[in-house]
């Protein structure tokens, strides 16, 4: 499967140069040659958010799920344990995931279930024109906080870390190949994947240069360790910019997930008109 | 004297609830309907509980004010309740505990502390204990609370029924039951509560997954699912909110499983967010919406009928829904089934209204007599969504005659399968254009035009009493059970209207036929079906609306009073 045959015929809305066109680029290329590689492309689904992110699923003719701002996730968790033979990816926002519907995304964690959430975090809301979001570095001046926030951001891939998360990554729209690299290695990862996307938004949140600065790609690092996981997931707090900003996979172990406590059996109507009567029995 | 009554109150945790479920079990197996309403205030342990359990030869569905027997397991039951009682009454009490006038009132303590710590039994037998002797005090017949224990007591069974025994032989008889019935023969029914009722309806129609976070008194739809959802294959989730709820209803139905959820009026506010999104996406799911007092956390614990405009407009935007209130355990299980299936055959949010009277409240549940799902309704209470024919190209949104689009579920090689909360195309790919904005509402609008057109073979509106009568009581909900037995003794008609959207003007009109004077009776304080039945142009007047709105039901003896006041 070539990645142009998962284009659809829908008008691309985004910013010229925005992040969000390698995020799409990047996906479009891993589901592609996933299906070519035992993952076929009709057991994908997407579900994503309200945002600018959230547009990606109009871009892809693949089954998908436009839900609303902040909930990706019970819509996804729920795809997944009505069938555990799909591949449920969510796309999200920073606005979407950490502040609208945050709760859904630690108890996503919380529960391992096995889902992909890439985090579009451009750490501005672009689509209601620049306010500050979770992510946002305090002092950020946006049309709601003219004077800057008086608030410290979020650091998302900590959260997932002690929510249950069992894969955390971040990647940067620069660097497409990594993002694909992580891209593959979440979906195929079996439980709770969580990749942070520091994607550039070029009309409210410019970050691009900084990010060219700061950025670097994590070696070596043993990724099954939740200490190392954490000393490197805490080096950069997203509030700083002037900190060598890492990237790459920080953490992968293998743990339970919820989807796997579920039953699988499912009787037919004539059954369950027998098993009422038997239960209606207790009831007497 | 046709019916029969037993308060039995005690603290929380005294068991007040489980006594009057065994309570009802006996009345049952001597073949009589029962019907039990229990009250408790909002805490676990202390306080006052109470149950009203009513048996009758007759079907019923509302409690009365005066009682038979009182079974008093402390002595602020007998301070509320000696009230309640007749001339000929007996009380039956933990005389360790209760002081009883005995000048005043008939009745015999039992030294239940002394026979519990003689049997080494923990305190919580106190109550098997003293309906040893509720069942001497009736004459219920020793064998027949020994079935009933055995069958629902097999832990420390034998304890139970030394202390039972030991209540037994030391209660002296007061009456005969039979001698206040007339006997039955009919078979011993299922005692249930509306919710599981409501329960059994979802599963019977086919529910794949219930989601719910837990909100009295809509709770036990969640306890019973759970518990015994695995054996029906359900997938029971307990989220962590009702926005997550909601939302994960509609993953199920994207994905093909039926699925339902349940709340009261707190949670379903946080759930009017997914329910636009089933709107506009076309996600069928089922609400259980059991009412409680309100505004806000209200009474928790006691009823109301205070959300009917609420549901009826709950969500932005416009979209038809679908939505039943029954008023007993048997018009749960049935419309509950309907319900499932209203929403998947029109792909829209259906709801079953209750309010804590239908949902916990215990009735004899006769299944067989449940409404008609095997007769002509046996293909629409069961059938199939309408699926896709597999022909060309997938589309979601399809413009359809009826408005209903075929569904097909994922995967599917060759498809795609998009859903949208976004105005879309028929693709499922959002637009802006406004004529598919104004396309995509009519579609909307069509399915609830053909809802209500399919409705038309339902007896959304029922007529029970004097049908002939010119004087009738309109009601939904649990003032059914009350309104029939006042419309028996007075002569008067009873107007219930079941399904409260689609509206159903024309069955209410043909119902009002010769009808002179309506009377409203509702549990809530501004008349919220008067209020809708006006806009359809039935006008009640002020003084015509019998309203309750202190969170307790009409009793009986209560509504029969009030009409006694309106009609003078």
Redesign the interface.
């Known amino acids: 499967m070539n990645p142009k045959d998962l284009a659809t015929t829908a008008k691309n809305t985004w910013c010229p140069g925005c992040g969000n066109f390698s995020i799409l680029s990047a996906m479009r290329s891993v589901l592609a040659e996933l299906d070519g590689e035992g993952y076929p492309i009709e057991n994908v689904v997407l579900v994503s958010g309200i945002g600018c992110h959230a547009k990606i699923v109009d871009y892809m003719n693949v089954n998908s799920f436009y839900s609303i701002h902040g909930r990706t996730l019970p819509v996804a968790t729920a795809i997944k344990i009505a069938n555990p033979n799909l591949k449920v990816i969510c796309f999200s926002g920073d606005g979407d995931s950490l502040a609208e519907g945050l709760d859904h995304l630690i108890f996503a964690a919380k529960r391992n279930i096995d889902l992909t959430l890439i985090l579009h975090d451009n750490r501005v809301y672009g689509l209601t024109t620049g306010q500050y979001t979770p992510t946002s570095p305090q002092g950020f001046k946006g049309k709601s906080t003219p004077a800057g926030t008086n608030e410290h951001p979020l650091n998302p891939l900590e959260l997932m870390l002690v929510s249950g998360a069992s894969y955390i990554a971040r990647g940067y729209t620069h660097g497409i190949e990594q993002l694909q690299k992580l891209f593959k290695e979440a979906i195929l990862h079996r439980g709770f994947s969580f990749v942070d996307v520091l994607q550039v938004c070029v009309s409210y949140n410019n970050l691009y240069e900084s990010y060219n600065k700061w950025t670097y790609t994590e070696q070596g690092n043993d990724a099954a360790s939740f200490e190392e996981a954490q000393k490197i997931i805490r080096s950069w707090n997203y509030d700083r910019s002037e900190v060598p900003i890492p990237l790459g996979k920080f953490y992968e172990i293998d743990a339970k997930r919820f989807d796997q406590s579920f039953p699988e059996y499912r009787p037919n109507l004539s059954e369950r008109d027998s098993k009422i009567k038997t239960l209606l029995e207790n009831f007497i | 004297m046709d019916n029969f009554s037993t308060l039995i109150g005690g603290i929380a945790g005294d068991g007040i609830n489980e006594a009057g479920i065994t309570v009802s079990?006996l009345f049952?197996?001597l073949g009589y309907h029962i019907y039990m309403y229990y009250d408790y205030p909002s805490l676990i342990r202390g306080g006052h509980n109470f149950s009203i359990v009513r048996a009758s030869g007759q079907k019923i569905a509302a409690h009365m004010d005066r009682i038979d027997v009182l079974v008093a397991l402390n002595q602020e039951t007998v301070e509320k309740h000696t009230s309640r009682l007749k001339d000929r009454s007996f009380v039956i009490y933990d005389a360790d505990k209760v002081k009883l006038d005995d000048t005043k009132h008939k009745g015999c303590g039992l030294t239940i502390t002394q026979i519990l710590k003689e049997a080494a039994a923990p305190a919580v037998m106190k109550n098997t204990c003293i309906i040893g002797g509720y069942c001497k005090v009736v004459g219920i017949d020793w064998a027949v609370l020994e079935d009933v224990l055995k069958?629902h007591m097999p832990k420390k069974l034998d304890l139970n029924l030394l202390v039972a025994r030991q209540g037994y032989d030391q209660a002296t008889e007061f009456c005969h039951i039979d001698s206040h019935l007339e006997k039955q023969d009919q078979k011993?029914?299922?005692?249930?509560t509306g919710n599981?009722a409501i329960s059994?309806g979802l599963?019977?129609a086919?529910l794949?997954?219930y989601?719910a976070y837990p909100m009295t008194p809509s709770s036990s739809v969640l306890d019973f699912m759970a518990k015994?959802g695995?054996?029906?294959?359900?997938?029971v989730?307990h989220?962590?909110?009702e926005?997550?709820?909601m939302?994960?209803?509609?993953?199920?139905a994207?994905?093909?499983?039926k699925?339902a959820v349940g709340t009261s009026g707190g949670g379903f506010c946080l759930m009017t967010?997914?329910l636009s999104?089933a709107g506009m996406?076309e996600m069928p799911v089922v609400v259980v919406m059991a009412q409680r007092t309100g505004p806000s956390t209200g009474l928790p614990t006691y009823t109301a009928q205070g959300d009917l405009h609420f549901v009826l407009n709950a969500g932005q935007g416009e979209f038809p829904r679908f939505i039943v209130a029954p008023g007993d355990a048997e018009e749960a299980y049935y419309w509950s089934c309907v319900a499932l299936n209203m929403a998947w055959k029109f792909q829209v949010p259906s709801f079953v209204l209750t309010d804590k009277i239908v949902s916990e409240s215990q009735y004899s549940?006769d299944?067989d007599n449940a409404g008609d799902l095997t007769g002509e309704l046996k293909e629409q209470a069961?059938q199939a969504p309408l699926l896709w024919d597999g022909q060309g190209t997938y589309k979601r949104y399809i413009y359809t005659e009826t408005g209903v689009s075929p569904l097909v579920?994922?995967?599917?090689?060759?498809?795609?399968?998009?859903?949208?909360?976004?105005t879309?195309d028929e693709s499922?790919?959002?637009s802006e254009d406004p004529q598919i904005t104004r396309e995509t509402s009519d579609k909307r609008q069509r399915k609830g035009q053909f809802m209500a057109a399919d409705l038309e073979r339902y007896e959304t509106v029922k007529v029970f009493g004097d049908e002939k009568s010119k004087t009738a009581l309109l009601c939904w909900g649990s003032n059914k059970g009350a309104c029939m037995e006042a419309a028996i003794k007075l002569g008067l008609r009873v107007i219930q209207v079941l399904v409260l959207s689609p509206f159903p003007e024309r069955k209410l009109k043909d119902a009002l036929q010769g009808v002179e004077r309506l009377l409203a009776v509702e549990c809530n304080s501004t008349g919220q079906l008067a209020r809708l039945a006006a806009f359809y142009g039935i006008k009640i007047q002020a003084q015509d609306q019998i309203l309750k709105y202190d969170g307790r039901p009409f009793s009986v003896e209560d509504l029969l009073a009030q009409l006694g006041r309106a009609l003078a």
């Open positions: 079990r049952s197996r069958k011993p029914l299922p005692i249930i599981q059994l599963i019977k086919g794949g997954a989601v015994f695995p054996q029906f294959g359900l997938k989730i989220p962590e909110s926005i997550a709820v939302l994960m209803a509609q993953g199920f994207y994905a093909g499983f699925a967010e997914g999104l996406a549940f299944i069961q579920f994922p995967p599917q090689k060759g498809q795609v399968i998009k859903t949208d909360s976004y879309h499922g790919i959002t």
